[in-house]
């Protein structure tokens, strides 16, 4: 066995070895990828093992040379839709396949064009190095999303390769040209660096396997963190005002217990508005919806930021002014109902009113006390307006 076979069949074992891997992963994990790259090295392992057959029966050079062209070329085709695939797997239409048989005419036009394999090789370099830059530009969006070493390596491999191949179409032009006899030496070892560079792309694709399902797997938790979070607002919101709810009322008063943290202390308003049923009765539901509209985005008015606006029944609201007086609290709600008009103007003939009733809270007086108390005051003086 002469050393150019020699290094083919070495460069032939290595690419198995490849694709028992890949195929051993494709059956454990179900990704595009894993199925085109499977795919692509199978067809390397049969076209690098026509050519060791071209090499040891030249009666059956053309076929054989036609098999190795073509597995090559399926090689390089099926590498660029995987690598594309490892961003974005989902978002990507099945590739068309109208290339396979254009692809098999180029392969057997270079096995009838000449019997020098030294002219084949060099218009055969030319198609595989533009076949592997355009891998590596495939490979860029996972480059840009830093998705792990894998896709390091594979654009390192793939990038030598380019060049690799590149390089060939002037060595094996000019060998060619001069003949045989003045062969370049180094030529009957190209297979073990073509196939060094092969590992080296078959271990990039096996390191970026985990990788990509790692970033998926991020992708999902963060997708999930965002959904969990918009749940949470809702579950603690009025969807017709954007009020805290009593949900998060009880939130925060289970929190408050649980941590050691200062007692809660400031005054605690609820505000009722005034005659929501005949406004309903009257003018329809939807200008009732409007009313407490109107009356959440007053009372937003005259609290402060880091104050807690609870809608806290049908026409109820529970506000919760922290670090604030009681006397504070009634000088900010006084005149409330002009706070109303200048909120919502086209409201003016539903003829808002709103009855507050206010009370202190701290370490000796509970939250849920100084609520009741202020809830008591509300509806003496909303008795007292509705006469």
């Not at 009880?250 to 308003?269: D, F, H, K, M």
């Not at 000796?364 to 008795?383: C, F, H, V």
Request: glycine content about 6%.
């Amino acid at each position: 066995m002469d050393l150019t076979t020699l290094a083919l069949v070495t460069q032939w074992i290595g690419t198995l070895l490849t694709l028992c891997l890949l195929v051993f992963l494709a059956q454990s994990i179900r990704r595009p990828i894993l199925r085109y790259w499977a795919a692509a090295w199978l067809a390397l392992a049969i076209a690098l093992g026509s050519l060791t057959m071209a090499f040891r029966h030249p009666p059956l050079q053309v076929p054989f040379e036609t098999l190795y062209f073509f597995g090559e070329y399926v090689f390089a085709f099926l590498l660029i839709v995987g690598s594309g695939f490892v961003t974005s797997p989902e978002s990507r239409a099945r590739p068309g396949f109208w290339w396979l048989p254009v692809a098999f005419l180029v392969a057997l036009g270079l096995a009838l064009v000449s019997r020098d394999f030294n002219v084949q090789f060099a218009v055969h370099a030319a198609i595989l190095g533009a076949a592997f830059a355009t891998a590596f530009r495939a490979l860029g969006p996972a480059r840009q999303a830093r998705i792990g070493g894998g896709a390091t390596i594979m654009s390192v491999a793939l990038f030598l390769l380019a060049l690799d191949f590149f390089h060939y179409v002037p060595v094996f032009a000019l060998a060619a040209r001069l003949g045989p006899a003045h062969r370049f030496a180094y030529l009957n070892y190209t297979s073990v660096l073509d196939m060094v560079l092969e590992i080296l792309l078959g271990f990039g694709m096996v390191i970026l396997v985990p990788d990509t399902l790692r970033r998926e797997a991020e992708m999902a938790n963060a997708e999930l963190a965002t959904a969990l979070g918009r749940l949470e607002i809702a579950a603690r919101s009025d969807p017709l005002t954007s009020a805290l709810n009593r949900h998060a009322y009880q939130a925060l008063i289970g929190n408050s217990e649980s941590a050691e943290v200062t007692p809660l202390r400031g005054c605690v308003v609820i505000a009722d508005v005034d005659r929501l049923k005949q406004i309903n009765d009257t003018f329809g539901h939807a200008a009732g919806d409007a009313a407490i509209r109107c009356v959440a985005t007053a009372i937003r008015s005259v609290i402060r930021a880091d104050d807690l606006l609870f809608r806290w029944g049908g026409d109820e609201f529970l506000v919760i002014l922290r670090n604030m007086e009681e006397t504070e609290a009634g000088l900010r709600f006084e005149g409330f109902d002009a706070t109303l008009r200048r909120a919502e103007p086209s409201l003016t003939e539903l003829r808002l009113g709103v009855s507050f009733g206010f009370a202190q809270f701290d370490a000796d007086r509970p939250l849920d006390r100084s609520i009741e108390i202020a809830d008591r005051l509300m509806y003496e003086r909303k008795t007292r307006r509705s006469r």
